[in-house]
């Protein structure tokens, strides 16, 4: 049966879900708060409003009455989804999973205070008097991140007193949504961080991908790689604590919960409800499905007999390096010569400063060493430069 979805945002996750939700024959309005974003470009019908305007998003709703709300961002009047699933529609994974991961308060307090997971200790501030407070009782070095945001936008570091008036100012700016309030955490010594994309079924078990490596700066992920490199009781533990979170929000769909791995064990760190742009990396078919197909699969309640590692990959992020209009690429013809690789790039219609625009992505097969893959990855991304007209 064909369902109409509603996507809202529609960046470059939403745009691949977009298109393995067509190859199953489904109709998608993609919704964004500005014309010819990714996911727009594939989508059946488009829509352009502002997510946080709650009559807005009522509208949208009425006028397409969807099947299914499938949230890309975190940017939305989130709180509404509850009178949508009162209404009959399906809301992914659900209205209490949006509305709770979307706000890092409640799904940290969710994990540490309600679940017993480990996680790094943590405290709020709602002003920059109190920040200062906050800091000297969690301790320096520490990480300070908008309680909402997506991609380590508004996130830094504090290293020292003169870093806290600062990291304020980012994180008010670069936040997402009309919460002022900070979370502050102290730094976690990992020896690496993984993603383990999680998959709650309708009818079915939690299912769990091969564990995915990645490496952030400036809080937003640069380069990651399938399978990670760690040990199996990690592995088992990381599942653990997805399971028990995920079982808690409800639902169904792909989630992408990230960890910290350090020498004593492993520590919860963040969840997304949906699709992670680390997860880009099983674009380069390093899995029978990739996290968008597996999403798709979820939501619409059909079977996923298992997931299976079927080789080896890495991806690394093409990024802009100024603000412009009309984005093109030079180099393409430099990167595509390399064997066992692929290119995404994102048809974004703007550049800014680090701004993500594209993908390389480079695999090989299972046994052979990750890291050839990693490296591939990024002498690819290295050619290619983002250029504007």
């Known amino acids: 049966m064909v369902k109409k979805i509603l996507l809202l945002g529609s960046g470059e996750l939403g745009k691949e879900f977009v298109i393995a ?82 706000d890092r308060r409640a799904i940290r307090d969710l994990a540490a205070k309600d679940l017993g997971i480990r996680t790094a200790k943590y405290l709020y501030a709602g002003s920059l008097e109190e920040m200062y407070t906050v800091v000297e009782e969690v301790g320096m070095p ?8 997506s991609s380590g936008k508004g996130q830094s570091i504090i290293k020292c007193e003169a870093d806290i008036e600062k990291a304020w100012n980012i994180a008010g700016s670069k936040g997402r949504g009309d919460s002022g309030d900070v979370i502050v955490e102290a730094f976690v010594k990992f020896t690496s961080e993984i993603t383990l994309l999680t998959v709650s079924q309708k009818n079915g078990p939690t299912l769990f991908c091969p564990p995915i490596g990645h490496i952030q700066e400036r809080g937003d992920y640069q380069q990651s790689w399938q399978p990670a490199v760690i040990s199996d009781a990690d592995v088992k533990a990381a599942q653990d604590m997805a399971r028990k979170v ?13 960890f910290f791995i350090c020498e004593d064990g492993v520590v919860f760190s963040e969840l997304s409800p949906r699709p992670h742009d680390t997860g880009m ?28 590692l079927e080789r080896v990959g890495a991806s690394a992020v093409i990024l802009a390096h100024k603000e412009g209009t009309n984005p093109y690429f030079e180099g393409l013809e430099k990167a595509a010569i390399y064997p066992k690789s692929d290119l995404r790039l994102f048809g974004k219609p703007t550049s800014r400063e ?36």
């Open 354 to 389: 680090y701004r993500r625009m594209g993908i390389t992505l480079a695999y090989n097969s299972i046994g052979t060493d990750v890291f050839i893959c990693v490296d591939q990855a990024k002498e690819m991304a290295a050619l290619v430069t983002v250029k504007n007209k």
């Open 281 to 308: 990396v099983t674009l380069a078919g390093t899995q029978n499905f990739s996290e968008f197909e597996l999403h798709c699969r979820a939501v619409l309640g059909l079977p996923i007999p298992e997931i299976t």
């Open 21 to 102: 939700a067509q190859r199953l024959g489904q109709n998608v309005v993609a919704v964004d708060s500005h014309e010819g974003a990714p996911a727009m470009q594939v989508a059946d019908l488009f829509e352009v409003i502002d997510m946080l305007n709650g009559d807005a998003l009522d509208k949208v709703v009425a006028k397409h009455k969807p099947d299914l709300i499938v949230p890309e961002i975190e940017a939305i009047r989130t709180e509404r989804f509850y009178d949508y699933e009162k209404q009959g529609i399906q809301v992914v994974p659900s209205a209490k999973a949006a509305n709770f991961t979307m």
């Open 142 to 149: 520490c990480v300070v991140k908008p309680l909402m945001s």
């Open 246 to 258: 995920t079982q808690e929000l409800g639902g169904a769909g792909l989630w992408g919960v990230e």
